[in-house]
């Protein structure tokens, strides 16, 4: 962590860089050279009731062997963001649970950590889809069913025809 400051908009900013450390090419492995960095902004989960701006420096690569096809590479850590997502990990996480068991809408999650509709959706759809394909979230499962909270509406009406000028 390079640093914790308040913007303007009373956002929270954390700016974060790697450690420098021996990167392999993706494609070829060979060991690449540091091509300087790149800032990448990422939407994280709220702290403090406030919205959370992560600005990650991420480290540029280049590949030596002039026959390898990718040339140059940025760095990539799915513990921190999914590649091109403009939410972290830890936001995607936090915005699932508050759907789930606050009964959060998107939109009030997108008002919550400060970023658009799109933004939110775009990123925690792909977790959510996994999560639905997943047949081990039904392990433990014996019955299926719903349970009926609707009061006094579900059961026969009770009431009578209003004669002689009064409700019995």
Do not use: Y
């Amino acid at each position: 962590m390079i640093g914790v400051d308040r913007d303007d908009g009373g956002w929270l900013v954390v700016e974060v860089e790697s450690e420098p450390t021996p990167m392999g090419c993706p494609a070829c492995g060979v060991v690449a050279h540091s091509h300087g960095r790149v800032l990448v902004r990422l939407v994280d989960a709220p702290a403090m009731g406030r919205p959370v701006r992560i600005f990650w420096r991420k480290r540029r690569w280049v590949c030596p062997d002039p026959g390898c096809p990718v040339g140059t590479f940025v760095e990539q850590d799915d513990r921190i963001a999914a590649p091109r997502s403009s939410l972290t990990t830890r936001a995607c996480r936090w915005a699932i649970e508050q759907i789930r068991r606050e009964h959060a809408s998107v939109n009030g999650i997108r008002r919550q950590l400060g970023t658009g509709w799109r933004t939110v959706w775009d990123s925690i759809r792909p977790l959510l889809q996994a999560m639905d394909a997943d047949p081990a979230r039904f392990e433990g499962v014996t019955i299926l069913g719903s349970m009926s909270t609707c009061g006094t509406t579900c059961r026969p009406s009770r009431s009578r025809p209003v004669g002689a000028g009064r409700r019995s």
